[in-house]
């Protein structure tokens, strides 16, 4: 094996698929609430869903899962999957429509090349929502490298974006 290989910087994560226990439940989530388009549905088995026409970035099933409990959060498996807005007028768009129908965060916050909203969908999986800021925006070590934090998110700041 070659120890100087990188994978392409075009590289991107294609989709997610999601074992869910209820389509329709994960619909009023990813599709009413977020709202990703429906690409394709196979009954109550399996949906797909995208934004701009894609074939499908994220696809639910339950032909494993259908009316199973969360999975373990202490445990192996997924921690969250992490959508990326192109703006932050968009983030702050999406977290206004979280807010309007109370749905629950369980954190958010400002990673120095990132602002997030972190919450769990109908099935407990975790969803990250976020934009990156520009690249050179981003904060620097000494060496030139990326340094990330956590810091917390202004929420009243990032809704103000909605004004402008």
Same mark, same amino acid.
């Given at each position: ?13 294609g989709h997610i698929h ?54 373990? %959060? /202490?445990?192996? =498996? ?11 007028? &968009? +983030?702050?768009?999406? @977290?206004?429509?979280l807010l309007e129908v ?7 916050a400002d990673h120095g ?26 904060? %620097? /070590?000494?060496? =030139? ?11 009243? &700041? +990032?809704?103000?974006? @909605?004004?402008?």
């Amino acid at each position: 094996m070659k120890d100087d290989y990188k994978v392409p910087a075009q590289t991107r994560i294609g989709h997610i698929h999601l074992k869910v226990s209820n389509i329709d439940n994960s619909l009023t989530f990813y599709h009413d609430l977020l709202g990703f388009e429906i690409t394709e549905r196979m009954g109550d088995q399996a949906v797909f869903l995208s934004a701009g026409g894609y074939h499908h970035h994220i696809a639910l099933n339950t032909w494993n899962s259908k009316d199973a409990p969360h999975a373990a %959060k /202490k445990g192996v =498996g997924l921690f969250h999957t992490a959508i990326v807005y192109p703006s932050r007028k &968009d +983030l702050a768009e999406v @977290l206004k429509r979280l807010l309007e129908v109370d749905y629950p965060l369980t954190g958010v916050a400002d990673h120095g090349v990132s602002e997030a909203l972190y919450m769990d969908d109908p099935d407990g999986n975790g969803v990250e929502l976020y934009w990156d800021r520009p690249r050179q925006e981003w904060p %620097k /070590k000494p060496d =030139g490298s990326v340094k990330m934090y956590t810091h917390n998110l202004d929420l009243q &700041d +990032l809704l103000a974006e @909605l004004e402008k």
